[in-house]
C-alpha cells in the first residue's frame, strides 16, 4: 500500500527560478495519474523531486508513510522512465533490464528468469542481446519500460516515455502501458504534454501550468467541468472555442461580436450568479463538437439552443468528420501556452487563426468555403467564464 | 573544355600530394636501411642503396652488447616510466573529468580554467622547479621523480571533462542512481565503462608524451642506469665519433648502430598507435554525436 503525497511541494532552482509552486497531489495506491502541461510548466521538475534527483526547496514528500524529503533515490524504491530512455548503451537490453536487480544483489538465476520474463512481456526476447544503440525507437521505449517494471517499485515514473515515437507506435504504446500499469497495480505519476494521451490513459489527470496545479480530477470532469479558461482550452482537440462576449441587462442576453444572442432562462437558473455579471465582460466557450449546422426549423429542444453566424474559412476533411472554421467579428480569446506545439495536435486542426472558430461536424454536412452558415448549440453546452480572472462561471 | 580542367586539377593534386608523401616519407626510408650499411656507404653511398644482412646483424649486435646491453635496460626504464605515469595519470584524470562535468561545487570554474591553462603550458617550462621540488624531498635519481611528474596529465582531464559533459547525459546516470547505485557504483558501472574511447585516447597522448620525453628525465636522472631511451639516445651520440669528434674513453657507435637504436626508440610508439587506431578514432569522434 504505497500512495505517495505532496505537500506544498515547491522547487526553486538556483538561479532563483520557482518552476513549481506549492503542488498538492495525491496519488493512491494502483492509481495512475497524468500530470500534464505545456512545455516548460515544471512537469518535469515536479517528477524529479519525487524520484529524488532534485532537492525539495520546501514541502513535503511521502510515499506510503514514509517522508521521503531527503531520502536518496535509490533508497526510494522508486522506477523511472526518462524521456530520452536513458538506456545503458553499454550495456545489452537484459543487462539493462537486469541492471536494478543486480544492483540489489539478487541472486544470478532469479535475474535470468526476471528479465527473461519482462522482455517476454515486452516482445524484446528477440533483442536481448543487442545494444540500445542497434535498437529502434520503439523497442528502446520499450527496454526502458522493462527496466521499470522488473523492479516491481512502489511507484513508476514517467516522462513522457511516449514523445519520441511516431504517431502510429505512440497509439499503440499507449494502451501498452496503460494495460501493463493496471497489471502491475503500481501507483503512477505520467508526465505528458499531449493532451490525448492525458484523457485516454489516466485515472485521473493533473492539469499544470507555469508550475501550479490548476486541477485534478477524472479526466471526463475535467473536459466537462474545467475550473478555468486555461484547462478548457488545453483539453480537447480542437480546442474549446472561446469568444469574448459580454452580457446583456438581467443577464437575459448575449452580445457577441455583432451578434445578439438571446439567452433562455435556463441559463440563469442553472447558474444564478451570472447576474453579476450582467452589463459586464465574460468569456464564453463551446466545443467545437457541441456546434451545429442550424436546420430551416428549430429542433425538438429549440428553446434550450441559441445561434449564431459565422464565415466559412476552410473546411478540412478527417474522413469520420469534417472540421469546419469560421470566422466571426467576436475576438477569440487564447490563454497564454494554450497550446501544445507537438504534431499531433496540429493534425487534429487546431490551426485555427485568433479570431476564428471550429466546429466539428458529420462529413455529409453541407457547407461551402465563403458561406456565410447559422450555427446552433446547446445552452447546456456553454460555458462562462470570468474575464478578469479566468475562473469558470459554475453556479 | 571541362573534362580537360578536371584531369588539369587532379594531376595537380596528385602532384602535389607526391611531393608531400617523398618530403615525409624519404628519411624513414632512409633511416629503416641506415642499418644495413656501413658507416661509409652510408654517408657516400646512394642513398635508396640497400647493403647486406651481414651488415646489418653485426649492428644489431653491437647495438644490443653496448655497455652491458644498455639498450635493453633503457627500454625497460622508457616502459616502467611511461606506464607508471600512464596508470596515475588515468587514475587522477578520469574521475577528474567526471567530476568536473557532473558534480556542482564552489571553485569548480576556476579549477577547469587552471586545467586549462596548465594543458597549454609548454612542460619544459616546468621542468626546472619541478627538479627544485624533487630536490627538496630527495626524490632526484629515483624513478618516482620522472613517473610523478609524467602522471600530470591535464590533457587528460581536460578530454575526460569535455566527454562527460558532451557524451554523457545528465539523465543516464540519474537512471543509475534510481536504479540503485550508490555515488561510486554510478562512476563505477556506467561513467567509467563508457569512457573506454577516452581511456584509450589518453593512453596513447601520454603514452607518446612520456615516451618522447627527452628533457626531464635528462634533468632528473643522473644515473646512466635510470636512463629512458631519448636520454640514452643522446648518450650514443656522445661516444658517436661523427657527431662528437672529441670522444675518447668509450667504445666508439657508429652511424647505422645509432640507427638501430633510433628505430628501437620508435617502434613502441608505432605499435601502440596501430594498435590503438581504431579506439583513437572513436575517441576523437566522441562528442561529436548525441547517442
Ligand atoms: N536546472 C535548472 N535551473 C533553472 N531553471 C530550470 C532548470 N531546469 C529547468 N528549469 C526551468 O524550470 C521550468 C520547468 O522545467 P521542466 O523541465 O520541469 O518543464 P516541463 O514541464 O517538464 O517541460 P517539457 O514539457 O518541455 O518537458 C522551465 O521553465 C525551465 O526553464
Ligand atoms: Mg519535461
Redesign the interface.
Known sequence: MCPVTLEKLTKVYPNGYEAVHEFDLEVADGEFMVLVGPSGCGKTTAMRMVAGLEQISSGTLRIGDRIMNDVSPRDRDIAMVFQNYALYPHMTVGENIGFALKMKHTPKQEIVNKVRDTAEILGLTEWIDRKPGQLSGGQRQRVAMGRAIVREPKVFLMDEPLSNLDAKLRVQMRAEVARIQRRLGVATIYVTHDQVEAMTMGDRVAVMRAGVLLQCDKPQRIYDSPVNIFVAGFMGSPSMNLFEASLGEGARSLRLGSQEIVLPASVLAARPSLVKYANNEIVIGVRPESLAMAGPKRSASGNETVQFEGDVDLIEALGSEILVHFSTDAHRVEAEGMYSDDAEGLEAGSITRPGDGVARMAPDTQVTIGSRIKLQMNTKRLYFFDAVTGLSIEE | MRLFNRIWSRTFAYVVLLGFTAFFVVPVIWLLLSPTKTDHELVVGNPFAIGTLHNLSHAIHVMFTFEDYALLNWLKNSAIYSFGGIVIALACSIPAGYGLAHTQFIGRRTLLGVTLFVMIMPATALVLPLFLEANAVHAVGTPWSVILPFSFFPFGVYLAYIFYSSSV?K??L?????????EW?VFR??AL??A?PIIALVTFFAFVANWNNFFLPFVMLPNSTNYPLPVGLQDLLAATPAFNPGQGGQVPIYRPELAIATIVAMAPVLIVFLFAQRSLVSGMLAGATK?
Open positions: 547525459p539523465d543516464l540519474a537512471a543509475a542512481r534510481i536504479d540503485g547505485c550508490n557504483n558501472r556506467v565503462p563508457l573506454r547517442e
